[in-house]
């Protein structure tokens, strides 16, 4: 089984509005609503992959409640910890003209000290079945700072492959802990090592503590930065459409990959396949089987030199 | 008691934000929620001047049950009717830098036949104890357009008197039916009769059913047309702030001053001052009980001429 932990998990609300105008009044169309968090996705496209995946992370609420009701009948397993505050929402405003979105991000649910052992306790369980585990996303309040570099060494000590998908000072202090995959994008890397150059950022990060940093380059594809070397995998073409979760599936292709034990040249195909099938597909955060079976055989590896 | 009708009841939540951009992406400040719709903030008033508040009208869904959870600590009764579909939540986001609002209303549940006879049923049960009706607000998707002709036609053959505080074709089916009140806005007016000249526009509406008119006309106040006369009643200067639930606090001020048979300048005098101490009130829907007191002996109330 795959673990992810997603501490901030969310329900992802979408409205469909004729075009958004700051300061008006809005009647809004189309009302959809679903599970969302990044590890959420990840355990969504694992399990269309054919893995056994398992979610935990903290839900609570009556927003809580109704994402464990919309995750209920899914493939996933719900290990979500319960708390007394009400788990935030995500609203991506979609103005039906232009097919552009405005997002809105609630800040999320204070987590108690209590709660945060709670989860502890449940992680460390989990960890014990677990054949990976994909750590994801922003920190809620409450939550300390190095909270990530915990789950890290915490993974370490259980034998289990981690992957650490997250972003400022959380990511700053966990890759410290020497996670065994990071997978930044480019503006995220950029911020941790003060370079635009992915291949010289890459190796920077990979001093910093991580075993393999991969850079997710949006149309450039994936950068990877293996102790051995550096690869690139480079979708066939530019993808257009929604990019939303596009870096969700590139983590359940590179943790799927990993649990296969597939050599990195595949692993990173798939990744590149999976992403560009999520920007194709018209629902947020989904994939598209069909364009992601096209696309696998089509993505460039190469190798770029030697590692520094 | 006096009774307030929501169809379309809703759960308003108010998002801050710095400034809302479209198509970028947004931290949320402070999320706050509270039980809303127009008969609902109705209700509040009326509980405020000492009335007996009853509300009806639907909810359902986990949305519906937050509603309910948040009016149980209100000294307002709780009368909805419960639906399987899910209430609807209206949205405010605030930019923090300039107070500016910017709105998104949710459509509303289906409301099933079924669901709309349970609900007759309740309100043709409370009207034997309301001492005054106000039905308020939006339909819900489902209801017929002559929904509001049929309570206005119920309330009178119960002999309660009845308020009608809605819009559009409901406002003109509703106005059919002859109640007692109707407190169109100046654009609710003119969509009616097709004249933005409020006087003009008043005497229409009374022609097409309604025995008295009363026209929320911004900072000029109130403009009633009864029977007898048109009075205007205008605050002692424009007062800034948020302008949400101005007019749900001069319908509960027309409908407490109805209920203690005040006389007609009083009742509008009542109302304009809640109108306009509710737009100084820091959170929308509330009003400011000292500004209130204050206000009441400062509103201008003139006669205006003998109806046409």
């Given at each position: ?11 992802d609300?979408t ?17 959809r609503?679903r599970p969302g968090?990044k590890?959420l996705n990840v355990a969504r496209v694992l399990t269309a992959l054919g893995h056994?995946a ?20 899914l493939p996933v ?15 991506a405003?979609v103005?039906?003209?232009?097919g552009?979105t ?114 997710s380059?949006g149309p450039?594809g994936l ?10 995998a480079i979708p066939p073409a530019t993808v257009k459409g929604n990019p939303t979760g596009a870096g969700d599936s590139a983590v359940a292709g590179l943790?799927s990959g ?10 990173l195909s798939r990744a590149v396949a999976l992403s560009a099938a999520t920007v194709l597909a018209p629902a947020a955060g989904e994939f598209d089987a069909t364009a992601y079976e096209n696309l696998l055989p089509q993505i ?9």
């Open positions: 089984m795959i673990l992810t932990v997603t501490l901030n998990a969310a329900l609300i409205y469909q509005v004729a075009a958004l105008t700051p300061h008006a009044s809005h009647r809004v169309g189309e009302v609503e968090g590890g056994e398992v979610v935990t992370g903290f839900a609570g609420g009556p927003v809580g409640a109704v994402l464990r009701d919309l995750l209920a009948p397993q719900d290990a979500l910890v319960p708390i007394a505050g009400n788990t935030r929402r995500t609203l405003v103005d039906t003209s232009t552009n405005t997002q809105l991000n609630e800040p999320g649910p204070a987590v108690t000290a209590d709660e945060w052992t709670a989860f502890l306790d449940m992680y460390t369980a989990l960890l014990g079945r677990a054949g990976a585990v994909a750590l994801c996303g922003s920190l809620p309040p409450g939550i300390h700072v190095g909270a990530y570099a915990e789950l890290v060494r915490r993974a370490r000590t259980a034998g289990v492959p981690v992957l650490l998908d997250t972003s400022g000072e959380p990511l700053r202090r966990g890759i410290a802990a020497r996670p065994d995959l990071v997978k930044p994008n480019a503006d995220e890397l950029a911020q941790l090592t003060g370079s635009r150059e992915p291949r010289r950022a890459a190796h920077d990060a990979r001093r910093r503590g991580a075993h393999t940093v991969v850079a380059l450039d950068l990877a930065a293996t102790p051995d070397t550096v690869w690139q943790l990993l649990v296969e034990q597939l050599p990195w040249p595949e692993r460039a590896v190469t190798e770029r030199a030697a590692a520094a």
